[in-house]
């Protein structure tokens, strides 16, 4: 059974940045271009262009932690996943589609605060991609307001 309301927020149309750090432990970013959930699993699979995660893939050999944080566009509800990589893996045509279908809702969001569509496809969208999968521990709020950073789930202890 996923945890609502903060498996509902990895299905909509939100921003998504993939973190982890290097031996000296700093941290790097890269943007996603969508989230892939599985049934009954607190697996995440996260997409990430070849182009922009090669520190990202070269951090995953020293250090297995990941992070993935959401944030919804229009209300700035957010959360990040952390938890222990699992996997890395060139995407299929399918999973590149499915990418291509997910910016442009995520643009459709983006553009209704003036974002250009185009510069958002140029932002996030590159081929060829990864697909990231990570087990998630941890789950914390992340919504500007009381409370932001505060541990909401920890799935460690449902196991």
């Known amino acids: 059974m996923h945890p609502e309301p903060y498996w509902r927020l990895l299905a909509e149309p939100s921003a998504f940045w993939g973190a982890n750090s290097n031996a000296e432990n700093l941290p790097e970013i890269v943007r996603c271009s ?74 459709d969001v983006t553009t209704m605060f003036g974002y250009s569509k185009e510069g958002i496809y140029q932002s996030y969208l590159h081929q060829p991609s990864y697909a990231v999968t990570f087990r998630v521990q941890h789950i914390f709020e992340q919504t500007p307001h009381k409370g932001t950073g505060n541990q909401v789930i920890n799935l460690e202890d449902r196991t």
């Open 34 to 107: 969508g989230v892939a959930t599985k049934t009954n699993s607190t697996e995440l699979t996260f997409f990430i262009s070849e182009a922009f995660g090669r520190t990202f893939i070269q951090n995953l050999r020293r250090n297995s932690l990941i992070t993935l944080a959401a944030t919804c566009v229009p209300t700035f509800e957010s959360y990040q996943y952390k938890g222990i990589y699992q996997s890395i893996r060139p995407c299929t045509n399918e999973e590149e589609e499915w990418q291509r279908k997910y910016v442009d809702s995520f643009t």
